[in-house]
């Protein structure tokens, strides 16, 4: 299943290397998936454990922070069974094929992408004169139609 949205990180991502050199970043992502009902402060969430690997990992992790908000493909989008404190759970897994940065988060260095260059403000563009208004009585009476 693939799936493409919106989502809030839930901590900052965690970039490890395998034993073969490959980089993997664990990412914690938050999905809206509702709208909140009368009293709830939040809407409801799904929480997704995903990963983005190789090249992307390593030059993303530094911008995927807690609390930034990105725009994520999912691929492999599945359940997985895992044994926890409370006994046995269920958490939804995928892989990350693409990210697409969202604005920086309060302002700060950290957050998605780096700013882009600023550019000097251009010079407003000197406006024609407006032209007089045309007066009916200087219209030609021949009008072909």
Known sequence: MKMIGLARLGRDAELRYLPDGTAVANLSL???CGQKKQGDQYPPSQWIDASLWGKQAEALAQ????SSVHCFCLSD???EEYEGRNGKGVKM???VDNVELGPRVGGN???SAPAP?????AAPAARPAPRPAPNFSDMDDDIPF
């Open 109 to 111: 260095d950290q957050g």
């Open 93 to 95: 897994v995928a892989r």
């Open 77 to 79: 989008v599945r359940l």
């Open 30 to 32: 938050s999905y809206i």
């Open 117 to 121: 260059a600023q550019r000097p403000a």
């Open 63 to 66: 911008y995927l922070v807690k």
